[in-house]
């Protein structure tokens, strides 16, 4: 099924739907009582952390959240009823459904993109082509806006877009940079599958100055900090009703005033959010707050400006009895490249920094990669290593 009107009717008919990947286990759903009313659908979420849940979303907050994007866009002077929006991203994904929802909301075009042709920005160059006459939209997580961007032709093909939405994951300072140099109209974002998609967004104009972050919330979200723990909290009227757990609904919880707080750090300033890291994957080193992730991406921007042949790093966390965690590296070189020559220049690149934000270990890893959606399956890989003690 590839229309959202298509999708909608199918949603009024029955109610609610279970949109899984092909192949994927997906849950039973509750009996209709238990069930919040009208249609919607059931989207899997979370990875970042490791876990899974089905998250119910009405098909109102979907819509609602397309008409604040299309606002996002207007204020930027772009007509979203003239755009094209774009889609590589898979529909069992929030990030995938709601362009189609999107475009059916603005009553504009909406074109699926194969992922081999993500993977081959030759071949996307060719059979996507690209209008002169309307602003072209897409939606990309970093990994797929690293792989265009490795070819002269994803290049060329991402500068005539007119908004480039990146979220999913970290977009790497790494990569930004590269991105400003080549002038693309990058617009960082942050979502959730609980919030129905976006939150936050970046204009391009503002990137391309050198803004950091994901900007500030769209027409309808409201956003805070947490002041003891900095976690980010938000407060919509399309936040999920809950997740499905067996023959049950799940609420999502909230204070007593409406806010729900999402399990990601952040700061706030003048140019809107920045994401530092799940709270879930934080660590406590030595008396010292540490975000992985923040780590990684300073990281692999050091080892591509000294050229180090490095495919892929992941920082998790150990037990220590005197620092009560520690970093360990898990690291995948290019195909080909020395490792131990790699593993020493990576060590040598961190002597510096402080103790708490050093891995203890390096350890290789050649099938890390993250999942299709760019995200890490933190709690899969923290299992390998563990397995590890176990041989």
């Known amino acids: ?22 192949g994927q286990a997906s849950p039973g759903l509750p009996a209709r009582d238990r069930l919040p009313e009208g249609p919607g659908v059931v989207v899997g979420s979370g990875g970042s952390s490791g876990g899974r849940r089905w998250c119910l979303q009405p098909l109102t907050h979907l819509e609602a959240s397309a008409r604040a994007s299309g606002a996002w866009l207007q204020a930027m002077g772009l007509d979203p009823a003239g755009s094209l929006q774009l889609n590589p991203l898979p529909l069992h994904h929030v990030s995938g459904l709601l362009p189609r929802v999107r475009a059916a909301q603005w009553g504009a075009e909406h074109r699926w993109i194969a992922p081999r042709l993500m993977r081959d920005p030759d071949a996307l160059r060719d059979a996507v082509g690209l209008p002169r006459d309307r602003a072209a939209l897409i939606s990309l997580v970093p990994t ?58 970046l204009p391009p104009a503002a990137f391309l100055q050198g803004v950091e972050g994901c ?77 992985p992730e923040q780590l990684e991406a300073r990281l692999l921007a050091l080892a591509a400006a000294h050229q180090l042949p490095l495919q892929a790093l992941l920082l998790l966390s150990e037990p220590d009895p005197e620092w009560g965690e520690r970093l360990v590296a898990l690291v995948r070189a290019q195909a080909g490249a ?54």
């Not at 009703?241 to 729900?260: E, I, Q, S």
């Open 1 to 22: 099924m590839s229309g959202w009107s298509a999708l909608r009717r199918q949603c009024q008919s029955a109610g609610w739907l279970v949109l899984a990947a092909p």
């Open 144 to 201: 797929q806006l690293g792989r265009l961007m490795a070819r002269p032709a994803g290049i060329a093909w991402l500068r005539q877009l007119a908004v480039i939405w990146v979220g999913g994951a970290a977009l790497g300072e790494e990569l930004a940079a590269r991105a400003r140099q080549e002038g693309l109209r990058l617009a960082p974002c942050y979502g959730a599958t609980e919030t129905a998609a976006m939150v936050t967004a």
């Open 215 to 291: 900007g500030v919330p769209l027409a309808d979200m409201e956003l805070r900090l947490d002041p003891a723990s900095g976690a980010v909290e938000l407060r919509s009227e399309r936040l999920s009703p809950g997740h499905l757990d067996a023959d049950r609904v799940v609420p999502l919880p909230r204070t007593a005033t409406g806010w729900w707080r999402s399990g990601d750090a952040g700061q706030l300033g003048g140019e809107g959010l920045r994401i530092l890291g799940r709270m879930d994957g934080a660590i406590n080193s030595g008396g010292e707050t540490v975000f």
């Open 338 to 391: 020395p490792l131990e020559e790699l593993l020493a220049a990576l060590q040598q690149l961190v002597a510096l920094w402080p103790a708490a934000e050093r891995p203890r270990r390096w350890i290789p890893c050649p099938a890390l990669a993250p999942s299709g959606m760019g995200k890490w399956q933190r709690g899969h890989w923290q299992d390998w290593m563990r397995s590890l003690k176990a041989i």
